[in-house]
């Protein structure tokens, strides 16, 4: 009976460390054929609810957020995701939880410094509170870019103003000076067309005072007969 005992212990031990590596997965949500990219961005949308910070009047989110980078710590680097996956798979080989080799110990050193630093890259990208003034600073530079804005809108539309108003200046100029040429053409011509019409007429005239002087004679010369 004790020996039935210690064994039913021994199994619970194996069946309780097994579900723990089998948590690694669950742990991060993927399956256990995830690409790196799949497992990297699982760890980030955990860490961002997981993280003590996110609620410190919550204390099990500090052991959540250790076992969810030891989870990513082991799945994210090739050499210790084999091993941990041989050990899963086979849970009674060796009668141990799953742990690291003397081997891969200077990898679980870097794997972890590169986790934190994974974390507080994540940790620095978000803003935090601003104060009173650091809001009153960012309104004021708000206000100034938009002053500028408005300021280079208005030297904008004074500047096509202007352009445009030079450019109708020079139109005007140039369709007076052509109506001046025009006129100026229309006038000369008019002027001779008078000339010549006058001199036409003189002419006219004194062809025919000269037919009628000749019909004149001619008639004076027929009575004298």
């Known amino acids: 009976m004790h ?6 212990l021994v199994l ?3 069946l309780y460390h097994h579900r723990k590596a089998v948590n690694h997965y669950d742990l991060l949500g993927v399956k ?32 959540q957020f250790v076992q969810l980078n ?6 994210s680097k090739e050499p210790s995701r084999k091993e941990y996956d041989f050990k899963i798979r086979r849970p009674y080989s060796g009668g141990q939880a799953f742990r690291s080799t003397s081997s891969h110990t200077t990898y679980g050193s870097s794997y972890g410094q590169e986790s934190i630093r ?10 935090p509170e601003m104060t009173a003034e650091e809001k009153q600073q960012r309104r004021k530079r708000n206000f100034r870019l938009v002053a500028y804005c408005v300021i ?7 500047a096509h103003m202007v352009f445009f108003k030079k450019l109708e200046e020079v139109h005007n100029n140039f369709m007076d ?12 011509s008019k002027e001779r067309a008078r ?9 006219i005239l004194r062809q025919k005072h000269a037919e009628f002087q000749e019909k004149f004679k001619m008639r004076s010369d027929g009575e004298d007969k």
């Open 3 to 8: 020996i039935g005992l210690t064994a039913c």
């Open 70 to 75: 030891e989870a990513y710590r082991v799945l």
């Open 118 to 127: 994974y974390w507080e890259q994540f940790r620095h990208s978000q803003s």
């Open 195 to 203: 000339v010549n019409g006058f001199k036409k007429q003189t002419e």
């Open 12 to 14: 619970s031990y194996l």
């Open 32 to 63: 256990t054929d995830a690409t790196l990219d799949e497992i990297k961005n699982a760890f980030f949308d955990k860490s961002k609810k997981l993280h003590p910070d996110s609620d410190p009047s919550n204390p099990t989110l500090h052991s």
């Open 152 to 158: 280079t809108m208005m030297l904008s539309i004074g």
């Open 177 to 188: 000076e052509k109506d001046r040429v025009i006129t100026g053409i229309y006038n000369e």
